[in-house]
Each structure stands twice: as C-alpha cells, then as structure tokens.
C-alpha cells in the first residue's frame, strides 16, 4: 500500500464511520467486512481476531522504564476481540443488522465467540436498573431505525468515542511523558495526569473525562471522573450517567505485548451494582502485517537510516464536511 | 479560575497600544512574580531555561499567546468584538498579490461567518499557535507531541531526522512538520497543507502551495519567542514573518479542559438517558 493509499484508507474509514449510522442500508454493506472477519477468524488483520485472551495478573513490572520510573508502555495499541458493534456479544454483530451477509448468517453457539465485554457481573450483562435497561434496548433498536436524532451514534459526527469505546475504535497509540500518559485516539485524546492534582469542577462534563493515574508495578490505575456519558459504550446502545465514577486498571505483560483493561464502573443511578468491564489489547509494530484498522501508520522517510513509524494527522469532521451539519441542520 | 484569567488577560490587551507594551506589561508581571514562581516551577532562574537530560530545550508545558495575532496579524485598529493591535507582522504589511488582496478583503468582509474557526475546525499552522486558548507541548528527544484544547488537533513536530513524506499531496489541515536543532532553536519546516485554514479573524488566509518555517525559541523558563516564516507563491507576492510571544501557564493545577467544540451543534440530541 502506497502512502496515499493509507491516507486514503484512513479517510475512508472516517468516512465510513459516519456513513454507517446515517444510512442503516449502507451501514450493513459497511458490516460485511468485519462480521465476515469475525467468521474466518483471521491470525491477522480483519478487526476481530481472538475469542479468549489470557488473563494479566497485576504484580511487579519486570519490562524496561523511561528514565522518570515509569514502566515503557509507549507505542501503538489495539483490541484483540471486535469493534464497537456490539458490547455484550462482541463479535456477534449488530442486532437486527439488515445486510444480506448478516441476515443469511446463522451464529453458532455463543461459547465459540469472545466473551462479554462486562467481566463482573458473571452473565455478562450490564446491572441495569429496569428503566435503563429499557433505554439501551430503545437505542439498539432505533440503530437501524433512526427515527430520533439521538439514535445516530455520536462518533458517527464525529464525537469522541469517549470511555470505554475508544479502546475498541481502531488503533491508538501511547506517548508518555514525566507526569503524563498521553492517549491519541483516532477520534480524540485523553491526557492521564500523574501528579495527583484533583479533579475538575463537577460540573464540568468532558467526552473523555477527567483522568487522575498512576502506576502500582505493571498497572496504571486511573481515576476517572467528570464524564458528560453521551458517546454510548457501543452500537448497541449500553451507557453510563454523568454521575459514573470509573476506576481503570490497564495491567501490561512484562512482555510489553499485550495488556488487559479491567475497569469498575460505579453509577448507582443506572446500574444495580458496580460493574467491571474488561478488554484485551496488544502492541503492534510495523513487523506485524499491514493493518490499516488497527495500526493506521506508514513508514517514514528516513532514508539509509532505521524504519520508523508516522502517524498522520487523525482528521474526522472537516474532512467528512457537511455531514454534521447536516444531520444538525435537517433535525 | 480560567474565566478569571481570561479576563485579566483581555483587560491586559485592551489597555495596550502595541505589541511592545503588551509584551512588557507581562513580562512586568511576570518580573514581579517570578522569583518564586519561576524558582518553584522549573528549578530555573531567569534567563535559565528548561532543558531535556541530553542538553536540548525542553518546550514542555502549557502556553497560550496574550496578543492579538487572531484578530488579525496586520496593524489594526479596534473594531467591535476586537481589541486594536500594532500587528505581529515584520514590516506590518502582508504582502498579498493584488488578486489575493480582493479575496482577503472578500473574506474579512464575511469573516462573521466564514470563519473556519466558527464551525470549531482544526486551525491549521500557525493560527493553532497564536489562537487565545491553550495548547500543551509534551516532549521526547524524537519529537514534540502539541495538543490544542480547541477541537481535535494533535499535531506532531518530528525531530528524529525523518524527512517530510515522499508523496507531498496529502494536503494535511495542520501541515506535516520536520524539526531541527540550531543551538537553542527549534527550527520547524512545515509543508504538504490544504487550502481550508485561515490565519486570522481578519480573513488572512493561503494556498494549497503554504510553506511555513517555525523558530521556537524559550528566552526564560516560561516565555517562547514563536517566529514563523510564511511562504506561498500563489498567494503572497514574497515570503514574510511574524513574530509571537508564548507564555507557559503557572495558574495551580492548570490543564487543558478538552473542548470538541464542533460537538455542541448536535449536544442537544443527546441528552443523557434519565429515569423518567
């Protein structure tokens, strides 16, 4: 692939983020290709590769650290398991998808397919109150019905995918500094301040919320505040209040390979009970085959000296023009 | 806090005549003040600035301009929404072609709503810079990482000795930026833009053809001298300078406060689900 290939990849994808949840038909066209990934079940590239992961105990921090003593978790990241179709089913597709390969597409026993994003409670299900459990199915719904405004997913204009959606929305990478860990996601950033300042006004609500970290050996806690909760944690709708408190566990093997999100969502006006939320994520390298989903890079121009990655500009709603507008204007 | 700072930050601008007087009325402040701030924040002294373990400057932190460079980069008088400014531009005058000139004037005549800055769209470079809201430089030795508080721009200043792209029409909204060291002075060559970004309120504007070299220059612990070089042959009959002031912010626990502003169009379609 050329460089303007990628770029243009990179657009598309952008683009076809947007596409999906304007025009439901199109959208389930778009679905072919990962759901069929998901089927062939690829040992690389497609989005969905694995359907269990190993589990990553917190403990000592055994890998090499950046001269301030944090461990060197810097580089680019994706999920192992599916994109943000669905939350509770991963790599089950979009309920009531309407495309022909997902209509003539019979899914086998759910015991073959990765497991519930929620870890904890044990049936995978999110502890909804009865009325919020009927909100998330109200979206799932009006997802290939958009009927409401509020039924065209956030990031589809180009809003953050917000917590935890970014860490299953394509690639990103990690940059880290002396108090800082930098997350670029390709529709926003969050900065996770180490330096124990507290937390924003609470009434400030931000798509990525306030962040406050700091590492335990292998793990980077995080504590989360501050959330505005508007990105939905998936197609299928499943969300959070503003009210949520969210306490992030991000354990790295000593590898440097793979780490495993393990999240507890607190937010007694939604949910019955906290909620642990779990997704596995692996490093790639420009030795892994050409992924533009997971690892949207190309090779720099470096000529004579050592292959290096480059990260292009992550553009989305200049790009996709008028189609924020649009949707605002013609609602 | 910050509607607090950027009050004072506007009366500043407001009472001053020129650029001049803006600097010194700062840096007065700044003088004042300094001794413990200065001494607290970054170990260093006056005239001492930060540095990385290998000896390079060390542009980390959070800085935001107090001129007036985004409501237009010429010598301007006070115009409504707008407070009067001498201008950051070497020999005040952009040196427009005579058709770029009547676009110009087309542009600041329906600045009230052509502004890119209006639909909250990435600023491009160098208006991201000198734009009146924070942005936050991180640091390594292979590159400088900028993230803006308005809308969603990162933008990456590599300093590993890569080259810009081979392909050069990506047409990048905030250019693709290869730095090098002269001394103290991080010189930034920025190449391969669109034509959709603006330079100021005041209509400024560019080509596709957009060539920028950037001098970033600490002169203390917590003040850059921002100079950038403007290059575009389709536009501008020569090549021209402007000249900034950066200053870090010191405010207790000051962060950026992200602000996808091109979000608020369509918030009100998205109203947390709520137990009716």
Same mark, same amino acid.
């Given at each position: 692939?050329?460089?303007?290939?990628?770029?243009?990849?990179?657009?598309?994808?952008?683009?076809?983020?947007?596409?999906?949840?304007?025009?439901?038909? @199109?959208?389930?066209?778009?679905?072919?290709? *990962?759901?069929?990934?998901?089927?062939?079940?690829?040992?690389?590239?497609?989005?969905?590769?694995?359907?269990?992961?190993?589990?990553?105990?917190?403990?000592?921090?055994?890998?090499?650290?950046?001269?301030? #003593?944090?461990?060197?978790?810097?580089?680019?990241?994706?999920?192992?398991?599916?994109?943000?179709?669905?939350?509770?089913?991963?790599?089950?597709? @979009?309920? #009531?998808?309407?495309?022909?390969?997902? /209509?003539?597409?019979?899914?086998?026993?759910?015991?073959? /397919?990765?497991?519930? =994003?929620?870890?904890?409670?044990?049936?995978?299900?999110?502890?909804?109150?009865?009325?919020?459990?009927?909100?998330?199915?109200?979206?799932?719904?009006?997802?290939?019905?958009?009927?409401?405004?509020?039924?065209?997913?956030?990031?589809? =204009?180009?809003?953050?995918?917000? @917590?935890?959606?970014?860490?299953?929305?394509?690639?990103?990478?990690?940059?880290?500094?002396?108090?800082?860990?930098?997350?670029?996601?390709?529709?926003?950033?969050?900065?996770?301040?180490?330096?124990?300042?507290?937390?924003?006004?609470?009434?400030?609500?931000?798509?990525? #919320?306030?962040?406050?970290?700091?590492?335990?050996?292998?793990?980077?806690?995080?504590?989360?505040?501050?959330? $505005?909760?508007?990105?939905?944690?998936?197609?299928?709708?499943?969300?959070?209040?503003?009210?949520?408190?969210?306490?992030?566990?991000?354990?790295?093997?000593?590898?440097?390979?793979?780490? $495993?999100?393990?999240?507890?969502?607190?937010? *007694?006006?939604?949910?019955?009970?906290?909620?642990? @939320?779990?997704?596995?994520?692996?490093?790639?390298?420009?030795?892994?085959?050409?992924?533009?989903?997971?690892?949207?890079?190309?090779?720099? $121009?470096?000529?004579?000296?050592?292959?290096?990655?480059?990260?292009?500009?992550?553009?989305?709603?200049?790009?996709?023009?008028?189609?924020?507008?649009?949707?605002?204007?013609? $609602? | 806090?910050?509607?607090?700072?950027?009050?004072?930050?506007?009366?500043?601008?407001?009472?001053?005549?020129?650029?001049?007087?803006?600097?010194?009325?700062?840096?007065?402040?700044?003088?004042?003040?300094?001794?413990?701030?200065?001494?607290?924040?970054?170990?260093?002294?006056?005239?001492?600035?930060?540095?990385?373990?290998?000896? +390079?400057?060390?542009?980390?932190?959070?800085?935001?301009?107090?001129?007036?460079?985004?409501?237009?980069?010429?010598?301007?008088?006070?115009?409504?929404?707008?407070?009067?400014?001498?201008?950051?531009?070497?020999?005040?005058?952009?040196?427009?072609?005579?058709?770029?000139?009547?676009?110009?004037?087309?542009?600041?005549?329906?600045?009230?709503?052509?502004?890119?800055?209006?639909?909250?769209?990435?600023?491009?470079?160098?208006?991201?810079?000198?734009?009146?809201?924070?942005?936050?430089?991180?640091?390594?030795?292979?590159?400088?990482?900028?993230?803006?508080?308005?809308?969603?721009?990162?933008?990456?200043?590599?300093?590993?000795?890569?080259?810009?792209?081979?392909?050069?029409?990506?047409?990048?909204?905030?250019?693709?930026?290869?730095?090098?060291?002269?001394?103290?002075?991080?010189?930034?060559?920025?190449?391969?833009?669109?034509?959709?970004?603006?330079?100021?309120?005041?209509?400024?504007?560019?080509?596709?053809?957009?060539?920028?070299?950037?001098?970033?220059?600490?002169?203390?612990?917590?003040?850059?001298?921002?100079?950038?070089?403007?290059?575009?042959?389709?536009?501008?009959?020569?090549?021209?300078?402007?000249?900034?002031?950066?200053?870090?912010?010191?405010?207790?626990?000051?962060?950026?406060?992200?602000?996808?502003?091109?979000?608020?169009?369509?918030?009100?379609?998205?109203?947390?689900? +709520?137990?009716?």
């Amino acid at each position: 692939m050329t460089t303007a290939e990628s770029v243009q990849t990179v657009v598309r994808l952008s683009v076809a983020a947007c596409v999906l949840a304007l025009a439901p038909i @199109i959208a389930a066209a778009q679905q072919e290709q *990962p759901a069929a990934s998901t089927r062939a079940a690829p040992a690389a590239g497609g989005i969905a590769n694995e359907r269990a992961f190993p589990t990553i105990e917190s403990g000592k921090w055994a890998g090499k650290r950046l001269p301030d #003593g944090q461990p060197d978790v810097s580089g680019d990241w994706s999920n192992t398991i599916a994109n943000h179709d669905n939350f509770t089913d991963p790599q089950g597709g @979009i309920p #009531g998808d309407p495309s022909p390969v997902a /209509r003539n597409h019979k899914l086998g026993p759910r015991a073959e /397919r990765a497991p519930s =994003r929620v870890s904890d409670p044990a049936d995978g299900e999110l502890p909804y109150q009865p009325w919020a459990r009927a909100k998330q199915q109200e979206f799932a719904v009006g997802f290939f019905n958009a009927v409401k405004p509020e039924y065209i997913e956030p990031l589809a =204009r180009c809003a953050p995918s917000g @917590i935890p959606k970014s860490l299953y929305w394509h690639g990103y990478e990690i940059r880290q500094y002396p108090g800082y860990v930098v997350f670029l996601f390709g529709s926003g950033w969050r900065i996770i301040h180490l330096d124990g300042k507290p937390h924003l006004p609470v009434n400030i609500k931000l798509w990525n #919320g306030d962040s406050r970290g700091h590492w335990e050996g292998n793990t980077l806690v995080v504590d989360v505040t501050n959330e $505005n909760s508007k990105a939905r944690f998936a197609r299928t709708g499943e969300f959070a209040s503003e009210n949520v408190h969210i306490e992030e566990r991000y354990i790295f093997s000593s590898d440097n390979k793979r780490y $495993n999100y393990v999240a507890t969502f607190t937010d *007694p006006t939604v949910y019955t009970r906290p909620v642990t @939320i779990t997704i596995p994520a692996r490093r790639w390298t420009l030795d892994d085959p050409k992924n533009s989903w997971h690892f949207p890079v190309v090779a720099a $121009n470096n000529p004579g000296k050592a292959t290096i990655a480059d990260h292009f500009e992550s553009i989305c709603v200049e790009n996709n023009g008028g189609f924020g507008q649009l949707v605002s204007r013609k $609602n | 806090m910050r509607e607090k700072l950027s009050l004072n930050l506007k009366n500043v601008t407001q009472r001053s005549r020129s650029l001049g007087q803006d600097i010194g009325a700062v840096l007065t402040v700044c003088f004042l003040v300094s001794p413990v701030l200065a001494a607290s924040d970054t170990d260093a002294g006056v005239g001492k600035i930060p540095r990385l373990a290998s000896g +390079k400057p060390d542009f980390s932190g959070i800085w935001q301009t107090t001129s007036a460079a985004d409501q237009g980069l010429e010598p301007h008088e006070a115009r409504k929404g707008a407070p009067p400014s001498a201008g950051v531009v070497e020999g005040d005058v952009i040196p427009y072609t005579a058709e770029a000139l009547e676009k110009k004037k087309k542009n600041y005549e329906a600045r009230a709503t052509a502004d890119p800055r209006l639909k909250c769209w990435t600023l491009g470079t160098p208006r991201g810079i000198y734009y009146p809201e924070p942005f936050q430089v991180f640091q390594r030795a292979q590159d400088l990482t900028l993230v803006f508080e308005f809308g969603d721009s990162v933008r990456t200043i590599h300093t590993d000795g890569t080259l810009h792209p081979v392909e050069t029409d990506h047409e990048f909204w905030l250019g693709d930026s290869r730095g090098r060291w002269e001394g103290d002075t991080l010189v930034v060559d920025v190449t391969d833009f669109n034509d959709q970004t603006w330079l100021s309120r005041a209509g400024d504007f560019h080509d596709e053809a957009l060539h920028v070299v950037e001098r970033w220059k600490l002169i203390d612990a917590n003040t850059i001298d921002y100079r950038a070089s403007i290059e575009d042959p389709k536009v501008y009959s020569r090549p021209w300078n402007i000249e900034v002031y950066l200053y870090r912010h010191r405010e207790k626990n000051f962060q950026l406060i992200e602000n996808y502003c091109y979000t608020l169009d369509y918030d009100q379609y998205y109203p947390i689900p +709520k137990q009716q």
